[in-house]
Structure formats: structure tokens, C-alpha cells
């Protein structure tokens, strides 16, 4: 018998039994829909990922540290409390892990390779409070160095072009920061902030002032200059503001400081730690692969020399791999309600061939082979599959339409991305496995049609 | 023409074993009218069976046109069986919720026969029975009559050389029954078909060419028509005519 006639006749006999056919398809659509979910939210998580890092990391941006435990996620043999030999260049990171940290002198043995370009160590500039323009207000904030390898937008102004830094004297602030500072009264509009003078003041404790410094400035101040000595040291950083960042959905750094010139960045850097331990020590640097080269030949070419490097896809690859645990921890349902529609089948599938003995008796009596049977019994079982897959599929489809601008509110993913996206190629992918494991599952009543004896089922009552 | 020779079918095993043939031997020849007479529990329908290649006794031979059917391979006697033989049964065993078409189109997509012949045949089979207007009814839809009608156009179809009518009549009022055995007759005399009739009316068995009679296994006796061409094979002589 002709594949397609089999074909046919299945989806007759299905036809003829609609409610049991809509009822074991529907359990398989329970399933379906479940994937086909886990599929259209991975891929939606996938995307957004890519969308963050993408906006965020440049792909040839390398991160650079001297200890590679920092990457390997298990605790640095430095960290923990037991007593060991002291190691200047061993400091903590911000979640307070001892790690080895890099020295200035590696820095520059960085920056001198022919495969990095702008390098930019970790510095940690840090202001105790800043004044905006003729104002006395004062207000304290975070500031970064600025990132010259990522694409930002501006609300106000102009950001330099990629690649490009900021002068030594201009700063690019986050557009809430305006929003707070006109609610301030420091400035009448946002876009005033733009050109405005900005001055921060870092400040250092005084190092303990020797015997013969004491003398000296109360020979030459008096009472006052002693009382001076033991004042902290403050200096001033005048900067002009260049432009307003847009407060993007996916940017993860711009939102949330002033980001200065790198040169100042270095120089606060060093002012607020000089003669402290932490002086020109870094957790790591930031880089770029020369344009060409591949960043996972820098990568393993840096490590020859004793330095640990993170890509921007080994960064992707950490974000990616949270999405697919999520992505199979839902699939895993789906797998499971699966399972219990594979008895569903069995089970429709055998009370089918009981309820058909005669019809498979003449078939059989008519020259039709045990496979031909067995084929037809799976075909069905294959279209319920598909039934299922296709029921499933449509309703995680239209369901995602629906709720997508819902989900994507709630979970503040920004202007259009969406959490649920569906592709057909994995849906058609999904719909064919259905269908397989339909007829995996509808083997057993199909060999139970095949082996039944004509003469038997034939036979009146 | 089909031979049947030393036919034995055992079922059990050792001291409650019991035979429903019990080496039966005959020869029909092609384009008679036979029927197979018996009470119920008689073996006329493992002979039946036997003579269709359904069932597969160990001992005996059953020859047609040539070949031994009871030694061929399986898949050799389901072709055998979709070509040469024609089944109708008591219970007509047509598809409630399947077309006429698709009922009577059955043994030719097992037969493989490709999609444009298979119209015209359908076609044709179903004009001879005159169930012509009733090709896109759904056959629980039909009268006993029609439904035992649109059985035979199904076991004609595919033009086999040997039709097997297990109590044709038996679910039939004896009219619509009289109606079956006239349009049974007439398919023998003119389509050239061997016509094997299984059943325990008297009456229908006395209008075939030859009428077996089988008891208890054995055959009882074996009476032939005025016009009939066939004889009973002598058991211990294997005499054939």
C-alpha cells in the first residue's frame, strides 16, 4: 500500500473519531505549548542579551587580569583567613575577594603590545563632592572613566565619535542627573546643563606629618598652619559639560555616573590613593584587540605571558549560559507534560485498534501487510502529533502577540524588545519531533494491529 | 483450478488435540459455482480459510493454478490474496463512516493500483452492483441490501479470479437475500470468477455447480449439478480429473 494512501485513510479514521482525536492532541498541545514558550523566550533572551552586550561591549574588548581565578568563579588560593607571607600586590576586589593585582609597570608592558589598543586600567576615581556652574549647591556622585569603545546616544550635545575620547576638560553626564539638577534650581532646563562648568574635589587623608614638617609650619603659620597639616588634602578637577547620555534600556554603565576623561580619571585615581597600598594597583584593564586580530588569538597569546583575558564573547557566553538554564528548566516542564501525552497516545491508540479489529481483519484478509497496518496505526498516531504540535504552537504564537508589550512593560526591557520570540523554523523543528515521538509512542498499538490474526478478527459472533 | 489435496488442520495439542479437517481432498474447476455445505462447527470455514491462504494448515496442499499456496512465503500470499481473491462476508464488514468510493477502493490501494485507474474501476464496480448514485454516501448509511451489495462490488473490484461469499445471505430478509444470490450468480456466469460459497442453506447450496458437503472435518459428500465437470478425487487412489 502506497505511503499516501496510508496517509489518507489515517487522517479518515482520525476524522471519524474527532472528539478523541481533539482530546489526545490537545494533551500533546499542552506540551507544545509549553516548548514552543521555552523556545520563543530563549531566543527572546538570547537576543535582548546580544542587544545589552552589543550596546555595551565592543566585540574586540578584552578584559585583562593578572589572576586568573577572578574568571574561574571558585575562590582565589589568596582569599580565605589563614596567615600568609604579605604580597604588596595582593588587594581586594569589590566583592571582597583577595586577589593579585595588577602593577603599573604591567600596564605599560600591556599598553606597549603591538595586539591591544586602548588600554585602560581599572582606576577607581572617586569625588567627594562637586558644584555646577555659579552654584554653591553641592552634590556627590559616582564617576567612571569614559568608554571610547562603545556607541552611546545623547540626549544633549554631542558624544565623540567611536573609538574617539573626551578632551582632558569635558565630561559626558547621564540625562537623569539633569532631570535631578533642574528640580535642584541649579539649572532652568536640561539642556543648560550642556557647556556648563562642572568642578569636582577629590580629597586624600593627610599622611601623619613628621616632627620637623610641625616645626616648620608653625614657625611659618602659626597655630593654624599646625592645624592645616592634619586637614585633609583636597584638590579640584574643573571640567565643562560636553554632552547628555540618553538613558538607554540596555546600557548598563552610562545610566548611572559621570563619566570623565581618562586621563582625569588616572590622575583622581592616583591623587585619592597616593602613598596607600592601593596606589597604582588595578584589578584588571580594559582593551582592545587590534582591529583583525582575533580576540581569542590575543586572548590565548596573553596568556603565554601570564595574563588572564575575558572576551566579549566569553562574557556572552556567561550571560548565555543563565538564559539556557532558565530556557531548559521550562523546557523540562515541557518535556514532562510530554511524557504523560505519550501514554495519552498509547493509550487512545490501543482502545483504537480494539475498536477497529474487524477493520484491520479485512484489511489484512484483503492482502494488506502487517507493516502496511502498523504504518497506518503510526500514521495516525503521527498526525495527532502534528494536530498537538500545530494546536500548541498557534496558541503560544497568538498568546505571545498578545502579551508581549505586556511582558516587555513589566520587565522594563525597553522600547521593542520583546521576551517571546517566535521563529518557525524551531516551531516546524518542534512540530516534525511531535510527530516522531507520536510515532514512537503509537509503535506499540501499531504492532499489536499488525500482529492481529485476520481469521480472529473476522470472526462473528 | 484449484486442487485441494490430504488438507489437515490440527488445533490443541496431543490428547486434546482435535482436527478440524481431517485430510480433505477435491478439485474445482476454473468459473464454477461452489458451495461449501456444513453445520456450524463443521470446518467448511477453516477450509474456507485454508483455501484463501488465511489460514495455514501443516498437512495438504492447496494448488491454484499452479502453485502450492500453503508453501509460499507470507508477503507472497498477501499479494496473493489481494490479486486472486475476492472476500464477502456475512457482516458485510463495510466502513460505517468511510464513502462507497473509499470502501470500495480499499483493495486497490492495497493493491497499489495507481490513482487513475482506480476511479474508473471503483467506477465500474459500483455501476454492476448498481450503487452507481451512492458513491459519496457513507456506507453505514445504506441498507443491509446495499451495504452486502456494496461488499461485492469491493470483491470484485480488483477482478480476482476466485470469490469467497461466507454466508452471503445469513444478516439478509430472504427477498433482499434472493436479490445478493441472483447478482452472485450472474458475476459467476458472466465475469468467468471461480464463485466459493461457505454456507448451511440447502437451498443456496443446491443452485451451485457443486456442492461440498463437509462433516465433522470430513467430507460428507460431494454433489455435483447435471452440467458440473467435477468429481470427488477418490481418497486412496489420488485419481484426478
Known amino acids: ?461 | 483450478m484449484i486442487e485441494v489435496k490430504n488438507l489437515t488442520k490440527t488445533y490443541g495439542k496431543k490428547q486434546s488435540s482435535f482436527k478440524a479437517l481431517d485430510d480433505v481432498s477435491f478439485t474445482i474447476p476454473d468459473g464454477a459455482s461452489v458451495a461449501i455445505v456444513g453445520k456450524s462447527g463443521s470446518g467448511k470455514s477453516t477450509l474456507m480459510h485454508a483455501m484463501s491462504g488465511l489460514d495455514r494448515p501443516e498437512v495438504g496442499e492447496v494448488v491454484i493454478d499452479g502453485t502450492n499456496i500453503l508453501k509460499l512465503k507470507n508477503k507472497a500470499v498477501d499479494r496473493f490474496r489481494s490479486e486472486k481473491i475476492g472476500f464477502i462476508f456475512q457482516a458485510f464488514f463495510v466502513q460505517a463512516n468511510e464513502t462507497a468510493y473509499d470502501n470500495v477502493a480499499l483493495p486497490l490501494e492495497i493493491a497499489d493500483i495507481a490513482g487513475r485507474d482506480r476511479r474508473k474501476r471503483v467506477e465500474t464496480a459500483l455501476a454492476v452492483v448498481d450503487l452507481t448514485d451512492k458513491i459519496k454516501s457513507k456506507a453505514g448509511n445504506l441498507s443491509g441490501g446495499q451495504k452486502q451489495r456494496l461488499a461485492i462490488a469491493r470483491a470484485i473490484v480488483n477482478k480476482p479470479s476466485i470469490i469467497f461469499a461466507d454466508e452471503p445471505t445469513g444478516n439478509l430478509d430472504s427477498a433482499t437475500g434472493e436479490k445478493i444470490e441472483e447478482l452472485l450468480f450472474e458475476l459467476n456466469k458472466k465475469g468467468g470468477s471461480t464463485l466459493i460459497i461457505v454456507t448451511h442453506d440447502h437451498d443456496l447450496a443446491s443452485k451451485c455447480d457443486i456442492q461440498i458437503r463437509i462433516k465433522d472435518g470430513k467430507i460428507d459428500t460431494i454433489v455435483q449439478a447435471k452440467t458440473s465437470k467435477v468429481k470427488k478425487t477418490p481418497k486412496k487412489a489420488g485419481v484426478k480429473l
Not at chain 1, 578584552?62 to 600586590?89: C, N, Q, T
Not at chain 1, 562648568?197 to 601623619?208: D, F, I, L
Not at chain 1, 559639560?241 to 546600557?251: G, N
Not at chain 1, 524551531?426 to 492481529?452: C, E, H, Q, T, Y
Open chain 1, 1 to 461: 500500500m502506497k505511503t499516501i494512501d496510508i496517509a489518507r485513510r489515517a487522517a479518515r479514521s482520525l476524522r471519524s473519531a474527532k472528539t478523541r482525536t481533539i482530546l489526545t492532541s490537545l494533551a500533546i498541545g499542552v506540551g507544545a505549548f509549553t516548548i514552543a514558550i521555552s523556545i520563543a523566550a530563549g531566543e527572546g533572551a538570547r537576543q535582548y542579551a546580544d542587544t545589552l552586550i552589543g550596546s555595551n561591549i565592543n566585540p574586540r574588548a578584552l578584559f585583562i587580569v593578572k589572576d586568573g581565578s577572578l574568571f574561574e568563579g571558585g575562590a582565589s588560593p589568596l582569599s580565605g583567613s589563614g596567615i600568609r607571607e604579605y604580597d604588596p600586590d595582593v588587594g581586594m576586589t569589590a566583592s571582597g575577594a583577595s586577589i593579585k593585582l595588577m602593577t603599573q609597570e604591567q600596564v605599560d608592558e600591556l599598553a606597549a603590545r603591538s595586539d591591544l589598543e586602548n588600554v585602560v586600567p581599572t582606576y577607581s576615581p572617586s569625588v567627594t563632592y562637586m558644584v555646577f556652574g555659579d552654584s554653591d549647591k553641592k552634590f556627590s556622585a559616582d564617576v567612571a572613566a569614559y568608554d571610547a569603545t562603545i556607541t552611546g546616544e545623547a540626549a544633549y550635545g554631542t558624544l565623540p565619535p567611536l573609538g574617539e575620547g573626551l578632551a582632558a576638560d569635558e565630561v559626558v553626564m547621564p540625562e537623569s542627573f539633569a532631570t535631578t539638577l533642574v528640580e535642584q534650581g541649579v539649572i532652568d532646563t536640561e539642556a543648560d546643563l550642556v557647556g556648563t562648568r562642572v568642578v569636582m574635589t577629590a580629597s586624600r587623608p593627610t599622611s601623619t606629618a613628621t616632627a620637623d614638617e610641625l616645626a616648620q609650619a608653625y614657625a611659618t603659620g602659626g597655630a593654624a598652619a599646625v592645624a592645616a597639616l592634619s586637614q585633609p588634602e583636597t584638590k579640584e578637577f574643573a571640567f565643562t559639560v560636553r554632552a547628555l547620555s540618553k538613558q538607554s534600556a540596555t546600557a548598563l554603565v552610562t545610566g548611572t555616573s559621570i563619566q570623565i576623561p581618562v586621563s582625569a580619571a588616572r590622575e583622581m585615581s592616583e591623587y585619592t590613593t597616593e602613598g596607600t597600598p592601593a596606589y597604582q594597583r588595578y584589578v584588571g584593564v580594559q582593551a582592545l584587540a587590534v582591529e583583525g586580530e582575533d580576540p581569542d588569538e590575543v586572548k590565548a597569546a596573553l596568556l603565554e605571558d601570564e595574563f588572564y583575558a575575558q572576551t566579549a564573547e566569553d562574557l556572552q557566553g556567561v550571560i548565555f549560559s543563565i538564559v539556557n538554564i532558565l530556557q531548559g528548566i521550562v523546557l523540562g516542564f515541557g518535556v514532562i507534560a510530554l511524557i504523560a501525552s505519550v501514554f495519552g497516545i498509547i493509550n487512545t491508540q490501543y482502545i483504537s485498534v480494539l475498536e477497529r479489529t474487524r477493520e484491520i481483519g479485512l484489511m489484512k484478509a484483503l492482502g494488506m501487510r502487517g507493516g502496511g497496518v502498523s504504518r497506518l496505526f503510526q500514521f495516525e498516531a503521527a498526525w495527532i502529533g502534528f494536530l498537538g504540535g500545530v494546536i500548541g504552537a498557534a496558541i503560544a504564537v497568538v498568546l505571545g502577540i498578545l502579551f508581549n508589550p505586556t511582558i516587555t512593560e513589566l520587565l522594563g526591557l525597553g522600547e521593542g524588545n520583546y521576551l517571546l520570540i517566535f521563529q518557525p523554523l524551531p516551531l516546524i523543528g518542534m512540530v516534525i519531533v511531535l510527530m516522531l515521538i507520536a510515532m514512537l509512542a503509537g509503535w506499540f498499538p501499531a504492532r499489536k494491529a499488525a500482529k492481529l490474526d485476520p481469521i480472529e478478527a473476522l470472526r462473528t459472533e
